[in-house]
């Protein structure tokens, strides 16, 4: 999309489909962060695992449905950048969340404060890797 169209949806629609998207990602998050656990993984490393299945979900369901894309960003590109910040912050944050906070109040709740404090910086980090903006 060039700087002189509008957008199709407003921010705020953009906001409720980034956060139904959200939603159903932090629950494919936790599943599989709960799954390889359960396994006897490593709490970091059961992270790690459950970032990239939950990632990979949130880049498509992002990209087709909550933001509009920007064409002039190749699809190759555009998840290059997704992973690099958006899906990075998520995954940074939760895994230090996870790293200074299990020992205190348990890896359960530092798991789910990680997963709250990186969605805010994911819906523009979303936005810039996908529609080409930040606060437009």
């Known amino acids: 999309m060039s700087g002189a169209e509008q957008p199709r949806r407003s921010t705020g629609n953009k ?4 956060a139904i998207v959200g939603l159903a990602n932090t629950a ?5 962060f709960f799954l390889l656990f359960k396994l ?5 490393l059961a992270n ?9 979900f949130s880049f498509v369901a992002n990209g087709f449905w ?12 555009a998840f290059l950048r997704f992973v690099s910040l958006g899906a990075l ?12 906070f299990a020992g205190f109040v348990g890896v359960w709740p530092a ?8 969605a805010v910086l994911n819906f523009l980090a979303a936005r810039w890797s996908i529609e080409g903006r930040l606060l437009r």
């Open 15 to 18: 906001i409720l489909r980034f």
């Open 28 to 32: 494919i998050d936790l599943a599989s």
């Open 40 to 44: 006897g993984v490593s709490p970091l």
């Open 48 to 56: 790690v695992g459950a970032w990239f299945v939950a990632v990979t």
């Open 66 to 77: 909550s933001f509009e894309r920007d064409r002039a960003i190749r699809l190759h590109d």
């Open 89 to 100: 912050i998520s995954l940074g944050v939760s895994s230090l969340s996870i790293a200074l």
């Open 111 to 118: 798991k789910i404060g990680g997963v709250v404090v990186a």
